[in-house]
């Protein structure tokens, strides 16, 4: 039997979509984990932030990210805008709390400069981490309505 468990967002880049999650319980480093991609030109999603062993080795290509916030430095708004024209990017970011200036920055050129969105849900909650689980199938609505699908 299909079991749901709900929590409400901010949705600060509204779409609905439903996918695999992929959990970190730690800040996401979002240089860190793309150092190939910016330094190399990798066209690989998968984390290499060495210091985030929740998501280390994870291929977050077309997965739901959910994580407390992200943390690094200013080169963050301009690696969401490369993994999104990459095709690597997260389908989802979803935030236990509020979103960041740089997560927001990029994630928002993104959407607006290329026409490519990482659907975007903020304010979910320290029991939303509590809750998901990698692996587990989550759908986002349109109003930052997050289900999380067991």
């Given at each position: ?109 993104g959407d607006n400069w290329l026409g ?35």
């Amino acid at each position: 039997m299909t079991q749901t468990t709900t929590f409400k967002g901010r949705p600060a880049v509204p779409g609905a979509v439903e996918g695999s999650a992929e959990v970190s319980r730690v800040g996401f480093n979002t240089c860190a984990t793309y150092v190939d991609v910016l330094i190399s030109g990798s066209d690989s999603g998968i984390c290499q932030d060495h210091d985030n062993k929740d998501l280390f080795g994870h291929d977050l290509a077309d997965k739901i990210v959910c994580i407390p916030q992200t943390i690094g430095s200013s080169s963050a708004a301009t690696l969401f805008m490369i993994i999104l024209e990459k095709g690597i990017a997260p389908k989802a970011m979803l935030f236990a709390n509020h979103i960041d200036s740089l997560a927001a920055c990029g994630i928002l050129m993104g959407d607006n400069w290329l026409g490519k969105r990482i659907v975007t849900v903020d304010m979910l909650g320290p029991e939303f981490l509590d809750t998901v689980k990698t692996g587990q199938n989550i759908r986002v609505l349109e109003d930052g309505t997050v289900e999380i699908i067991t």
